[in-house]
């Protein structure tokens, strides 16, 4: 919880306890000083919705701050309430209060770990047509490809509008949801997370041009749940962009204000997900990737673009989660522009059979849970890290499950308990991931050889790491 929603919660239960323990002369002299509290709570309600802002769970700490104003008001202390009422609405509201506590503990604004690096973060989110390819996934034959991208990049200052961490939350936040059989409101209050993240800021001077890095999320997955991930890449130096694929991601809001939802039917015709039709989806997605970087080509070289001069495409990596990091696969096997891929808890059964045969040719990366997905998955998955030409690593992390290489653990501390991830500490598991992640692709695109890639074992007794080095 936040400083003002402590001290709101705290002024509630002096009163509380008082009217639950109102027996003994004492406790019955400080009954005159109650009247303080409601009084301190209601300023404090003030400062945080001005300061923290508003949002739902703190609804029963309001009520009951509320309740006790217009006592207060009405002249109706609880020196003059019968002893048995005043003991009966003490009990009562103590379980609102202890309500009111508990609702913002499970729900908390998320807290995203620090970027570690010295740079600013700027962002900006474009729409993208690629004329060149029809959509396969519309009813309409003469549809094209469409996509909304953001660019996360290493800003000159942290001046200007912050940016959100989901735009158009109304719309977008009840789909989410709802793609994990939560409730609509559940994820109301997610903009009131601090990103240190600022709108269309001036790129940053010094360390140009910047190594490019483009994410790909999973199935029914956005392009900002990895922000975690982007911010502390972008941090250390490098242009970060994400796709959102349209029709398999959760939701893609267009420019025009046309809103598709995820319809499975449109991805697998047979009704359920399987790699067969799941080799149509990575291809697909590989394009997007390809598609992305001839448009940042352009954007390099086009006078006035933000970003014009500040992209080195020379050194470009690839990474993505679950269906992403398939899609990272296919592409990486096709296009020389990839120079080192990273996976995290990737479905690669959906990857081409002829990229089994030819194997990679790129510095890979594989990040997973215990089940990478199944036995299955997780014998291709050591086939492909056995199978590339350049160095290879395989990490796999103790006590995860899928979404814990995602934010979404960082939203709820409840995701252990509704399956969506392990026991494992979520803000130490991610920051983990990030050191690793981060000296990966500091190696293999920057040049700057990594102590942590090499030692052995892993610092961390949760990760275990091997690794598959060429001379």
Not at 58 to 81: C, E, H, I, K, N
Not at 88 to 111: T, Y
Not at 201 to 215: C, K, L, M, R, S
Not at 439 to 459: I, R, V
Request: glycine share 8%.
């Amino acid at each position: 919880m936040r400083l003002f929603e402590i001290l709101i919660l705290a002024t509630l239960l002096p009163p509380l306890l008082w009217l639950i323990f109102n027996r003994s002369r004492q406790i019955q002299a400080l009954g005159k000083w109650l009247i303080l509290f409601p009084l301190v709570g209601t300023f404090f309600i003030v400062v945080h919705l001005m300061v923290e802002g508003y949002r739902w769970q703190m609804v029963p700490a309001y009520g009951l701050t509320a309740v006790f104003l217009l006592l207060t008001m009405r002249r109706r202390t609880p020196t003059t309430s019968p002893p048995r009422l005043a003991w009966l609405g003490g009990l009562l509201g103590l379980l609102v209060w202890l309500i009111a506590v508990a609702v913002p503990v499970a729900l908390p604004v998320p807290h995203l770990p620090e970027p570690t690096g010295p740079y600013a973060i700027g962002t900006f989110t474009t729409f993208l047509v690629d004329t060149s390819r029809p959509e396969t996934y519309t009813e309409d034959p003469n549809d094209n490809r469409e996509l909304v991208v953001q660019v996360w990049y290493p800003a000159a200052n942290r001046e200007g509008e912050p940016a959100q961490y989901m735009p158009d939350l109304d719309i977008a936040g009840p789909v989410i949801a709802d793609q994990f059989g939560l409730p609509a409101f559940l994820l109301n209050h997610i903009n009131l997370t601090d990103l240190d993240v600022w709108l269309d800021v001036p790129p940053a001077e010094d360390g140009t041009p910047f190594p490019v890095i483009v994410f790909s999320h999973g199935l029914t997955g956005i392009r900002m749940q990895n922000t975690v991930m982007v911010r502390e890449l972008v941090s250390h130096g490098f242009i970060v962009a994400a796709i959102d694929h349209s029709y398999a991601n959760a939701l893609t809001i267009f420019p025009d204000g046309r809103v598709f939802v995820y319809d499975p039917a449109r991805i697998f015709p047979s009704g359920e997900s399987n790699p067969v039709e799941g080799n149509a989806l990575v291809q697909v997605w590989a394009s997007d990737i390809a598609f992305l970087l001839d448009k940042m080509a352009v954007w390099n070289q086009e006078t006035g673009h933000l970003l014009n001069g500040r992209f080195d495409l020379n050194h470009v990596g690839i990474f993505g989660h679950s269906t992403g990091g398939g899609a990272t696969v296919e592409f990486c096997s096709e296009d020389t522009r990839c120079q080192a891929g990273v996976g995290l808890d990737s479905w690669l059964l959906p990857v081409s059979e002829n990229l089994l045969t030819q194997g990679l040719h790129q510095p890979m990366m594989f990040i997973s849970s215990p089940r990478w997905l199944g036995q299955d998955n997780q014998t291709l998955g050591y086939r492909l890290f056995n199978s590339t030409s350049q160095d290879s690593y395989a990490l796999t992390l103790a006590n995860t499950e899928h979404y814990d290489f995602t934010d979404l653990p960082l939203l709820t501390p409840l995701t252990p308990q509704l399956g969506l991830s392990g026991s494992i500490n979520s803000s130490y598991s991610l920051c983990m991931q990030n050191e690793y992640l981060l000296a990966f692709f500091n190696q293999y695109l920057k040049g700057e050889p990594s102590a942590l890639l090499m030692t052995e074992p892993s610092p961390y007794p949760e990760l275990t790491i091997e690794r598959n080095l060429r001379p």
